[in-house]
């Protein structure tokens, strides 16, 4: 399946297989690298993926689930990232149910004395 890339700057596209066994062999040195740099993009599967590693290019995802869901797609070719086969975690919830379960579990629960 050809990925339609005509709106991503080219320059930063880097040419990783992110899955082979060599990437991953390698995957401290490169993680140490790509913490210097601003996001780049990585063609895989026919899908585009965003590789964010800067500490504030992480919180700046973290907190906008507007532009950045956490839910995988239920669609085919999206496999690679449901490393939970299906089963909803709160680190890939959005919205409400996300919120529900990070709520405390009690009244009073986590307030000041």
Request: hydrophobic share 40%; charged share 30%.
């Amino acid at each position: 399946m050809a990925v339609d890339i005509s709106a991503l700057d080219r320059s930063n596209i880097l040419d990783i297989d992110i899955g082979s066994p060599e990437t991953k062999k390698r995957m401290r040195a490169l993680s140490a690298e790509w913490a210097l740099r601003p996001p780049f993009y990585v063609l895989r599967d026919g899908h585009v993926l965003v590789i964010c590693c800067r500490h504030a290019d992480v919180l700046e995802v973290y907190r906008d689930a507007t532009r950045f869901l956490t839910e995988v797609p239920r669609k085919p070719g999206y496999e690679m990232v449901d490393k939970f086969m299906a089963v909803r975690i709160l680190a890939q919830m959005d919205g409400e149910a996300h919120a529900r379960l990070r709520r405390p579990p009690a009244p009073g629960a986590g307030q000041p004395a």
